[in-house]
Structure formats: structure tokens, C-alpha cells
């Protein structure tokens, strides 16, 4: 079994898909979505798949076929190192603990198989160091 | 007992033993202050934090014809037009009309200059017999301009309340983001490498301190605004907002890694600077205090829901449980965050380490003492 995230993007033509659905009955995948809106430009959903890796492979294959844009999402905050300080003003407002200190340098390491793409810790950042690419 | 003299001379020499102040505790915890005074010259400290009353002094040269001019803008930040024809102040916390969604102040203004970028000035003036120019619209860059220094009037404020939210919504503040019910923390200091809590009584620290601000060289001007003796202590050192210090140093000398505007969503703009005071090993005593921890260093807990001037404490942690990322608080963990950055403190210590190794420079002894007596009073509503 394996975990993967994706940012899905969907047009007029497909918003109503059940994207969760079939892939739980096709592909025996687990879907966890992390983040789900409707945009003037269409739909973007987060969204993470547990399974195993063929079944994932064909997951991607299959939305991509119905007209869905699908990317891998691997680095869903973006932080931009020149202008972090790690302050460490993003550590407490993150909901999974994504943010912490290193304890040898004091920097402050994001750990990305934690986050999930919420978008807490963006306003907190004094230096507007963190973006989430949607 | 050593004498600034003394100590110069080794500094001189590039045989001063110079320490920070995080890395003199094992020392004396190991040794004991009367050993490790001898043995110690120096302890540099260092802090990097949101320092909001600090701002520049520039000036910008005359254009032809000249100009007198009375309101300034810099990359659109108001700039202050009542000193004389081009000399100007910038606040950190000046904030740009239609900065987006992200503020853009002063500070930011601070940060462009000192990296060297171009910003862009526009001014106007009444047009008088001897300045006949009534608008000006020109891009300087602070290698263009005359005198640029920072003359900030309350920095290292000594210690500083950590901050909560009891309320059921979030706060913005300048203490940071804070969650609803209780469910963070914010915290700013360098605790055992802040400048003031290595020299809670301002024994070495004093007027005309020689000091690194900002990646260069700058002094101690006087007493920082709010400066206040009064606070309670523990361990020998306040554990309330006491002392503060009036800075000064010149911009061009600085580097944008020590000098970032930033904006406290919902809040504003202001500046955080890297400061770092080094601290003359006259004593035992001296080195006694500038090896606290730590863990020996408190601050009280304040809940910033509460919009009156005396906000009830609601506890009081050791710098120590802060940093560990959460404080047992009525039985409650609460998750904390820092907002001035341990690693560029650190950064700060350090480079003024190595300028004092490397004979680089020298320490002043204060030509005057900052007061022992002073508090802060309250704004009166007269009607």
C-alpha cells in the first residue's frame, strides 16, 4: 500500500463527477479528500489515495481519460527559503504538525507527508513566506 | 576583575576569549562563575525579532532646482515631511494605501534599501522663493542617497508577555495568530541570548554602547521609550516588559540578511532587525547573569482577548517549556509558537563573535548610565 496526493482540476463539463466513489468501487482505493471547492474557473479538489501502486497508476489513467486534470501534489506549501526567517510562527497554527524546529539549527523544517494542503499557516507567516499553489 | 581596557587590548591582540551567551551556561554551570570570569572576556548575545518602534533617517540630496519637500512617499509608504527640505523618517509600521493583500510598509521600504534595490520617491512641497519646485518623481537607491541611518526609539524590549485567546474566534495580532479557546501560544525572544535578560540591571550596557544592528556596527542612543525598572523578577530578572534601549546605527553598513519588513496579518507592517550587544566580563557577577538559561527565564501569560490595558496573567512559564513546543497549562497542553527566530539570534551572537575574535571591534565603555529609576505611565482620556 502506498499514499499519494493529487490536485484534481475540474471544468464545467465534469464538475459533478463522484470522483470518490469510483474510485473506491473500480479501483479499491482509498480516497481522503483534503480540500474540495468551486472556483469561478471550475472545480479543484486535494485529494490523497491509498493503495496499491498499479491501482493508483490506473486511478490517475482513468480521471485523466474523463477530462479531469490530475497532478501529483507532493509539495503543497510552498515556502519560499529567501524570505523565511524560521521565526517558527507557523508551528502552533497547523493543525497536523507539519512545522517544526529543528533541534541542532533552530530551523524550521516542513514536513510534507503531513500536511494537508488547509492553508492555516498561510496567513500566519509574518514574512509571506508560504503559498499554496491551488 | 578585568577592566574595559583590559579587555580591548586583548581584542586587539585577537586573544580575547569571546563566548555567546548560550554557549557560556555549560561553562559556568561546569566551572562556576568565579573560573569561567576569568577566563571569559566577552559574551555576545543576539536577538531577531519584530521591533516595531524603529525606523530611518535619510537623506535624499537636493534635485535642480530644489525642492522643500512636505509630503513624501516612498514605493507609495508615507514618509515624515516636517523636518527640513530632504531629509525625511520613515516608520516601520507606515503602511501603503492599497498594498494588496499583503501590507507593504515601512519596513519593507527599510528592507528594499538595505538590499540595495531602487525605490521609488515622489514628493511635494508648497514651491517657495528659495525651493521653487512644487513635485518630484525619481527612483534613489541607497548608495545615491547622503546620510541613511536607522534610529529606532524602543528596541530589545527587556522580556515581553507570552499571548492566548480565550475567545471562540481567532485573533490577529501583533503577537501573531491566535487560536480560538486557548489552542496556541505565541512567545518573542531569544530568552538566554537576548541582549537585556544577559544584563538585567544594565551594568555593562549603558549610552554610547557599541553594538551590532542590523549587520553593522550602531550604539545604544539613550533609554528606549517605555523604559521601565519596576517590573517583578525572578531569578534576578524581570518577568514583564522593564527596560528598553534606543538604537542607532548607519544603513549603509547593513545587510538584508539582519533587517526584514514583515506583516502581522490583520495587524500591520513592522520591521524585525538582528541586534546583538556584547557583554564585557568585568566580574563574577557579570558573568553570573550573563549565563542564565532558559529555564531560569519567565514571562507571564496574557490573554489578548481582553482589550483593556490590565489584562489578567494567566500563568507564568520558563522560556524553556516555550521553546518545547507546548505548556502544561491547567492541566491543558497548549501548543506554542515562536515569533522571533532562535536561528538568527543565534546567526547575530555569532557574527559579533567572530568581529570580536578577529579584532574587528572593540567595546565602549557607556559614556553615560541609563536611568535606575522610571516607569511607564498611562494615557489619561481628559474631557
Known amino acids: 500500500m502506498i499514499q499519494k496526493r493529487y490536485k484534481l482540476k475540474f471544468s464545467e463539463e465534469n464538475l459533478q463527477e463522484s470522483v470518490a466513489y469510483i474510485l473506491v468501487s473500480k479501483f479499491n482505493i482509498q480516497p481522503n479528500i483534503l480540500r474540495a471547492e468551486v472556483r469561478d474557473d471550475g472545480g479543484v479538489m486535494v485529494l490523497e489515495m491509498k493503495g496499491r501502486q498499479e491501482d493508483i497508476d490506473a486511478s490517475v489513467v482513468y480521471l485523466s481519460d474523463a477530462g479531469i486534470s490530475i497532478k501529483a501534489f507532493d509539495k503543497q506549501i510552498l515556502k519560499d527559503l529567501d524570505k523565511c526567517t524560521d521565526c517558527g510562527a507557523c508551528i502552533s497554527v497547523c493543525p497536523t504538525k507539519c512545522f517544526t524546529p529543528d533541534p541542532a539549527t533552530w530551523e524550521i523544517v516542513l514536513n510534507y507527508d503531513k500536511c494537508i494542503a488547509c492553508g492555516a499557516c498561510l496567513n500566519a507567516c509574518p514574512f509571506q513566506a508560504l503559498t499554496l499553489p491551488l | 576583575m578585568k577592566t574595559y581596557g583590559e579587555i580591548n ?12 551567551a548560550e554557549e557560556v551556561i555549560d561553562l559556568v554551570r561546569s566551572k562556576g562563575a568565579e573560573k569561567a570570569a576569568e577566563k571569559v572576556d566577552v559574551v555576545t548575545t543576539g536577538t531577531f525579532g ?5 525606523g530611518a533617517f535619510l537623506n535624499f540630496g537636493h534635485s535642480d532646482p530644489p525642492i522643500r519637500m512636505t509630503d513624501v512617499r516612498l514605493n507609495g509608504v508615507e514618509a515624515y515631511g516636517g523636518l527640513a527640505a530632504v531629509d525625511t523618517y520613515i516608520g516601520a509600521t507606515a503602511t501603503r494605501e492599497n498594498g494588496g493583500e499583503f501590507g507593504y510598509g515601512g519596513g519593507h521600504v527599510i528592507e528594499e534599501l538595505i538590499a540595495g534595490n531602487r525605490v521609488r520617491l515622489r514628493a511635494w512641497g508648497p514651491g517657495t522663493d528659495c525651493y521653487v519646485r512644487k513635485d518630484i518623481d525619481t527612483y534613489i537607491t541607497l548608495d545615491d542617497i547622503n546620510e541613511a541611518y536607522l534610529f529606532n526609539p524602543r528596541n530589545c524590549y527587556q522580556n515581553y508577555a507570552s499571548a492566548t485567546n480565550t475567545l471562540d474566534r481567532t485573533l490577529y495580532t501583533y503577537m501573531g495568530k491566535l487560536l480560538p479557546r486557548m489552542k496556541n501560544v505565541t512567545y518573542s525572544t531569544s530568552g538566554q541570548l537576548s541582549p537585556l535578560l544577559n544584563d538585567p540591571h544594565l551594568e555593562t550596557i549603558g549610552g554610547g554602547t557599541r553594538i551590532f544592528l542590523g549587520g553593522g556596527e550602531g550604539y545604544v542612543a539613550w533609554q528606549g521609550t517605555q523604559y521601565n525598572v519596576n517590573a517583578p523578577e525572578r531569578n534576578g530578572v524581570p518577568t514583564s516588559g522593564a527596560r528598553t534601549l534606543a538604537l542607532i546605527g548607519d544603513m549603509k553598513q547593513m545587510d538584508r540578511e539582519y533587517v526584514r519588513g514583515m506583516e502581522m496579518y490583520r495587524y500591520g507592517t513592522s520591521l524585525a532587525i ?34 483593556e490595558k490590565s489584562r489578567a496573567i494567566l500563568g507564568q512559564y520558563s522560556y524553556a517549556e516555550l521553546r518545547s513546543g507546548s505548556i502544561d497549562h491547567e492541566g491543558h497542553k497548549i501548543r506554542t509558537s515562536p515569533l522571533s527566530s532562535y536561528r538568527k539570534a543565534r546567526q547575530v551572537a555569532e557574527k559579533l563573535k567572530d568581529w570580536i575574535e578577529n579584532g574587528e571591534f572593540l ?3 557607556p559614556t553615560f548610565k541609563l536611568p535606575t529609576s522610571g516607569e511607564v505611565k498611562p494615557l489619561e482620556v481628559r474631557r
Open chain 2, 9 to 20: 587590548e586583548r581584542i586587539r591582540q585577537k586573544k580575547a576569549v569571546v563566548y555567546t
Open chain 2, 50 to 54: 519584530a521591533m516595531c518602534s524603529s
Open chain 2, 274 to 307: 538582528g541586534v546583538g550587544i556584547p557583554i564585557p566580563i568585568l566580574n563574577a557577577d557579570v558573568m553570573k547573569r550573563a549565563a542564565i538559561s532558559d529555564e531560569e527565564l519567565y514571562t507571564n501569560l496574557v490573554d489578548y482577548s481582553v482589550t
Open chain 2, 363 to 365: 567595546l565602549t565603555e
